[in-house]
């Protein structure tokens, strides 16, 4: 799994507690989604004192639209294949 920092605030850390910096972390995920395996980008937030990822309410959002338009994607290149068989 690869994870890259996007950004780092210094701020009150939901999942320890404490203040320090928090990273948004993007990494790959892959899910299931209406019984289609797909690898696509999810953006976290990540504690180094407890090394959980956890997200909000924006972040869950974004993620879900995120998986929603890959699932079209991959939708439609199928489709596309499958003219051609
Ligand atoms: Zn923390």
Known sequence: MKEKILMSKHELCPSCMEIH?????????????KGIKINCPAKYFFC????????????????IQIMKNTYQEKISDSLK?????
């Open 48 to 63: 180094n004192n407890t090394k959980e990822f956890f997200s909000d309410e924006e972040l869950l959002t974004n993620n």
């Open 81 to 85: 294949n499958d003219n051609y068989s």
């Open 21 to 33: 910096d928090v990273h948004l972390i993007e990494t790959e995920t892959s899910t299931i989604f």
